[in-house]
DNA sequence: AGTCGAGCCTGCTGGC
DNA sequence: TGCCAGCAGGCTCGAC
């Protein structure tokens, strides 16, 4: 469930401890995740450089030399151990680990063997993450690529791009914001802090506030701003750590510190002076949080 | 075409 | 204490 400020935290995790290494091989300890692994998975990647992570939406990227994309996904659960490389792993033989006392972990679906000797684990309870292989040349039309919305941190989202993508549209504000194929990386998470900050209410029809008035203006405005503020100040703090998420380091991030309505239903508001309780209701089977009294 | 609900999985929490 | 319903950061598919 990692939204965006997660997975670019990860990426730079990812970055560290793979650009620019070699992948040995990769132990795939079942046939598939949310859907089944492309055909050759591991044979194609061994041998790989790692030449760049980087982060697309919610996607990981990792571009191959000589050739190829590695995509991955971490769907609501997907997390990676980093196990660096030490002495310790080269003594204890690798059929004997068990008796060591090590429990078996049935969620590490993916290993990737580095050369350096480091060792890079997928885990993922809930299995809706993926990884799948892309063409380098036609990273674009890739089928979970294409389609994708603009980057939220990007100069592509600004008044007019928003304002044209809401216009007409009869869907609430918090769909149309989750939709990918608008904006690309945003959860429910950063969609409820965002739409708090900028006083707009998550009920709102996304058509009302691209309308051509000087108030409807403001409002787009404002909330370009909130998602580019909370995205920022999410990445900067390493992301926010509920459950199962923790960068890739192991880390934890910060930033459901700073939640003002996620997950604080029946709290009061935090805005200074607002006498507002934070509300809890369903859209599209999807939690949302507000301010009654200041998101209008 | 646009919109909505169900489903994919497992694990944790809160209420009884 | 124990059990079970409800809920979870995403995405896709099918039905209207």
Same mark, same amino acid.
């Given at each position: 469930?990692?939204?965006?400020?997660?997975?670019?935290?990860?990426?730079?995790?990812?970055?560290?401890?793979?650009?620019?290494?070699?992948?040995?091989?990769?132990?795939? *300890?079942?046939?598939?995740? !949310?859907?089944?692994?492309?055909?050759?998975?591991?044979?194609? &990647?061994?041998?790989?450089?790692?030449? =760049?992570?980087?982060?697309?939406?919610?996607?990981?990227?990792?571009?191959?030399? %000589?050739?190829?994309?590695?995509?991955?996904?971490?769907?609501?659960?997907?997390?990676?151990?980093?196990?660096?490389?030490? %002495?310790?792993?080269?003594?204890?033989?690798?059929?004997?680990?068990?008796?060591?006392?090590?429990?078996?972990?049935?969620? !590490?679906?993916?290993?990737?063997?580095?050369?350096?000797?480091?060792?890079?684990?997928? !885990?993922?309870?809930?299995?809706?993450?993926?990884?799948?292989?892309?063409?380098?040349?036609?990273?674009?039309?890739?089928?979970?690529? !294409?389609?994708?919305?603009?980057?939220?941190?990007?100069?592509?989202?600004?008044?007019?791009?928003?304002?044209?993508?809401?216009?007409?549209?009869?869907?609430?504000?918090?769909?149309?914001?989750?939709?990918?194929?608008? +904006?690309?990386?945003?959860? *429910? +998470? $950063?969609?409820?802090?965002?739409?708090?900050?900028?006083?707009?209410?998550? =009920?709102?029809?996304?058509?009302?506030?691209?309308?051509?008035?000087?108030?409807?203006?403001?409002?787009?405005?404002? &909330?370009?701003?909130?998602?580019?503020?909370?995205? *920022?100040?999410? +990445?900067?703090?390493?992301?926010?750590?509920? =459950?199962? $998420?923790?960068?890739?380091?192991?880390?934890?991030?910060?930033?459901?510190?700073?939640?003002?309505? $996620?997950?604080?239903?029946?709290? =009061?508001?935090?805005?200074?002076?607002?006498?507002?309780?934070?509300?809890? +209701?369903?859209?599209?089977?999807?939690?949302?949080?507000?301010? %009654?009294?200041?998101?209008?």
């Amino acid at each position: 469930m990692p939204e965006l400020p997660e997975v670019e935290t990860v990426a730079r995790g990812l970055s560290r401890a793979m650009a620019g290494r070699i992948i040995e091989q990769v132990t795939l *300890n079942r046939p598939d995740l !949310r859907f089944p692994f492309p055909q050759g998975f591991a044979q194609r &990647l061994a041998g790989a450089k790692i030449a =760049r992570m980087r982060r697309r939406a919610k996607y990981l990227l990792a571009d191959l030399e %000589p050739g190829g994309i590695l995509l991955m996904h971490l769907g609501m659960s997907g997390r990676f151990d980093i196990k660096a490389a030490g %002495p310790a792993k080269a003594s204890v033989p690798a059929d004997r680990q068990g008796a060591t006392g090590a429990p078996h972990d049935p969620h !590490r679906h993916v290993v990737f063997h580095m050369d350096d000797g480091s060792e890079i684990a997928y !885990r993922d309870p809930r299995r809706f993450g993926f990884m799948d292989l892309a063409d380098s040349e036609h990273e674009a039309d890739h089928p979970r690529l !294409r389609g994708l919305g603009v980057e939220p941190l990007g100069n592509a989202l600004n008044e007019s791009y928003l304002s044209n993508a809401f216009r007409g549209k009869q869907t609430s504000l918090k769909a149309v914001l989750l939709d990918q194929r608008i +904006i690309a990386g945003l959860g *429910n +998470i $950063y969609v409820c802090e965002a739409l708090f900050r900028a006083g707009l209410s998550p =009920r709102l029809k996304a058509g009302a506030v691209a309308r051509n008035s000087t108030r409807a203006r403001k409002a787009m405005a404002g &909330l370009v701003t909130a998602i580019r503020d909370v995205l *920022n100040e999410a +990445i900067a703090a390493g992301g926010s750590s509920l =459950r199962d $998420y923790a960068g890739a380091d192991g880390t934890l991030g910060t930033f459901q510190h700073g939640f003002e309505v $996620y997950d604080r239903t029946g709290k =009061r508001c935090l805005r200074p002076g607002c006498p507002g309780i934070i509300k809890r +209701i369903v859209q599209n089977n999807r939690s949302s949080f507000f301010c %009654p009294k200041c998101q209008h």
